[in-house]
């Protein structure tokens, strides 16, 4: 079985008993101030899990993309990755009566009689209520599994006190307090506030050492069972006399993509399923070091490595701020783990080409191969620039003050990009050691809670609000991106916007400073197409017949499966911009007249690959 076939099987065997599948969301939330990744695939669904209907329906399905970074020091372990897929389904509004017993026989009859996991090594933890907050133990949840594994001549026992007995008195269904088995966006029950809702979980793993200790159980947190999925059942609201039931209730699953293959493959190490195969062999070749030596290592940079593919392919690039600031660290933190295993400069870059070549399901990121390459080569090569002159400042700056604490080196971490790690190395070779280390995590604390609070207050499409200048504004956009492309050639591509009713601001892909004599050429290209008089149609397609057409768009992860284009041509029939967007825009150029004429006020680098524009409307 390939990933492909896995996908297919999942969402085959849904569609087939009456879910609608769903695209992946971006790995970058456009709405979502509070995270910078898309972190799980119930993350997209939270409005429709608190009430908004879905255009597709109620019973949906799909397999997401997502990104986690709070692991990032766990990595090297056989489970953990920063960037992973997460199948799911959803069923809103659903029938109390019925909604637990259909989702347990879906995903544990796709588990085993698709799949063919053996029933005996699947293992299942329940909620076991909270008499203190009056609500029961999630005996419905029990029933059902017992009634599933019954049906494969399995006596799954209850046990109700795991952490004393584990698996010594033949449990299969474990049963858990809050802090394990409940579901809300606040956490246990006690943190919730009134109107909130919730409910348990119940969650599932499997047993990859049936010959393991009986003191382990499923939240003993070791190797031996890994969670392959989690049920979480949203059927209660928060009231100020304590927990109602909801009248529709809805379902919540979610399952890692790499560790059900795992399963499937009966080896709990995720880095040795098909997802890591080829780059495993490329990078033993590179290195002349084995996985089985170098496990740890390898598995940093084979995470990495994909980390950094998908992100940049999802249009993130690497910087010293919010997602770019987490892009740079994993690339660096791979290159420097890489030094450790002789590798070549380019060693990143590599692992990209082979990760992209086995993902042709992700069009997107198969179309834009080249330039991820490219933008992983340019960070390889600038950071072993800073390696040289990081450790030259390092060195002169001990040489003045003849010590150097946690603090000074995330300075030089923020400054140079210079890793802690090596930071400490160069210390030693100098016979020093890093005086109060704890420093640097507190001010990278500082750094990243100060990254996150900037992406608050950001809207959709980057516009602040729907003014009748912002959408001139936004229109413009459109033809500044056209004009930047006419000039400086087709790799230029939107990788950002900000809009208020004073000015616009456009990241573009581009390496390199623009001149101010490109921009003027650029500035006469909008002028003149306000000019002219050019109108702004809007057409329906879906986004395959957008991609074959060539139709300008950034983040086509984000679009529904039917998107929108916007066309801006001229009188005489000409076409100046084709792109997807989500609006809203003047129905014609003259209306943009009426604000003045386009004036590029100032450029500059946003991040190493990316410039800013900012431009505003001056009287004619």
């Known amino acids: 079985m390939t990933p492909d076939e896995l996908r297919k099987s999942y969402i085959d065997y849904m569609v087939a008993a009456g879910s609608v599948e769903i695209p992946s969301d971006g790995l970058v939330p456009e709405n979502d101030s509070t995270t910078l990744f898309t972190g799980s695939g119930m993350q997209p669904m939270v409005p429709y899990l608190l009430g908004q209907k879905h255009p597709k329906g109620d019973d949906l399905s799909n397999v997401q993309r997502c990104v986690r970074t709070g692991d990032i020091d766990e990595v090297g372990d056989p489970t953990h990755l920063t960037f992973f897929e997460m199948i799911g389904r959803w069923q809103l509004n659903a029938d109390p009566a019925t909604y637990k017993r259909r989702q347990i026989e879906l995903i544990f009859g796709w588990q085993t009689q698709v799949l063919g996991l053996d029933a005996s090594r699947v293992y299942i933890s329940v909620f076991a209520g909270d008499q203190a907050l009056g609500i029961p133990q999630d005996d419905e949840a029990i029933a059902i599994w017992q009634d599933e594994f019954a049906k494969l001549g399995i006596d799954a026992k209850v046990e109700p006190e795991p952490a004393k007995y584990g698996m010594s008195r033949g449990g299969r269904i474990f049963l858990y307090d809050t802090s394990e088995n409940w579901w809300s966006r606040a956490g246990v029950p006690e943190n919730m506030p009134v109107g909130e809702v919730g409910g348990p979980d119940s969650e599932m793993f499997y047993d990859f050492d049936p010959s393991g200790p009986d003191t382990d159980h499923p939240a003993a947190d070791d190797s031996r069972l890994v969670e392959i999925g989690n049920n979480v059942f949203m059927s209660v609201k928060k009231t100020d006399d304590g927990f109602v039931p909801l009248p529709a209730p809805n379902i919540d699953y979610g399952g890692g993509l790499e560790r059900i293959f795992s399963a499937v493959q009966g080896n709990p190490d995720v880095y040795r399923t098909p997802f890591f195969a080829s780059a495993i062999t490329e990078l033993e070749k590179l290195t002349g070091h084995g996985y089985e030596i170098d496990t740890s290592s390898f598995r940093i940079i084979l995470d990495h490595a994909r980390a950094v593919t998908f992100l940049i392919g999802d249009g993130v690039t690497p910087s010293n701020s919010d997602a770019g600031y987490v892009v740079r660290r994993l690339l660096r933190r791979a290159v420097r783990v890489g030094r450790g295993l002789d590798a070549p400069a380019d060693l990143m870059a590599r692992l990209a080409r082979i990760y992209i070549d086995e993902a042709k399901s992700f069009q997107e990121l198969y179309a834009r191969a080249d330039k991820i390459v490219e933008a992983i080569t340019r960070e390889e090569e600038q950071f072993q620039r800073t390696l040289v002159t ?231």
């Open 390 to 620: 990081g450790e030259k400042e390092i060195r002169a700056f001990v040489a003045k003050n003849d010590t150097l604490d946690g603090a000074d080196a995330f300075r030089f971490y923020e400054t140079y990009g210079f890793p802690k790690e090596l930071t400490e190395e160069v210390l030693g070779e100098m016979g020093k050691t890093m005086q109060s280390p704890e420093k640097f995590d507190e001010a990278a604390k500082v750094h990243s809670d100060k990254s996150r609070s900037a992406a608050a207050g950001k809207f959709a499409g980057g516009l602040a609000d729907h003014s009748e200048t912002t959408t001139a504004y936004h229109t413009a956009t459109h033809l500044l991106l056209a004009g930047l492309q006419r000039v400086l050639g087709d790799h230029v591509h939107q990788m950002g916007s900000n809009i208020t009713a004073e000015r616009l601001r456009y990241d573009v892909s581009h390496p390199q400073k623009v001149t101010r004599e490109e921009l003027d050429q650029v500035e006469a290209f909008i002028n003149d197409a306000i000019a002219r008089g050019a109108t702004v149609s809007v057409t329906e397609m879906t986004k395959q017949e957008a991609l074959d057409a060539g139709i300008e768009g950034s983040f086509w992860e984000k679009y529904p499966d039917v998107v929108t284009v916007y066309t801006i041509k001229a009188e005489d029939g000409e076409i100046l911009s084709q792109e997807l967007c989500g609006g809203p825009h003047v129905g014609d150029l003259s209306e943009v007249a009426e604000f003045g004429r386009v004036k590029i006020t100032k450029e500059g680098s946003s991040s190493s690959g990316v410039r800013r524009i900012r431009a505003e409307f001056r009287a004619a």
